[in-house]
């Protein structure tokens, strides 16, 4: 299945479940060809005929709702058109990494609420 999204990109549902969101709207992690680049107008390209990046933003997640990990965030910025074809291809046809990027090892904060409970 196919999806526009806001007039600056698509998500695109794949048969095993996998739905991948590429945006190159303002505020995306993208390079936008218009003047005003990532600072524009929300609705900047709702207004215009076109909206062209030399790179996208992409998400992904499972049936479930679940997000992929990037590594250290839910999305990844300014991807070529190779790397997001290359995502694409990837998320097609493998399960994505649902762990928790945002997961602390750090123990550090619970040791800080213990002296501030006392």
Not at 11 to 24: A, L, M, R
Not at 84 to 90: G, N, S
Not at 99 to 116: H, Q
Request: hydrophobic fraction near 35%.
């Amino acid at each position: 299945m196919f999806v526009i999204t806001g007039h600056k990109g698509f998500k695109i549902q794949f048969p095993n479940g996998n739905t991948v969101s590429v945006q190159w709207g303002p505020g995306n992690y993208c390079n936008p060809t218009h003047e005003d680049g990532r600072g524009a107008e929300f609705d900047a390209p709702s207004k215009s005929d076109s909206w062209a990046s030399t790179t996208a933003e992409v998400a992904a997640w499972d049936k479930e709702g679940k997000w992929h990990n990037f590594g250290s965030d839910n999305v990844d910025g300014w991807l070529t058109s190779e790397e997001v074809l290359k995502f694409l291809t990837f998320a097609a046809s493998n399960s994505l990494d649902t762990t928790d990027p945002f997961v602390w090892t750090d123990d550090s904060d619970e040791e800080e609420e213990e002296v501030f409970a006392s």
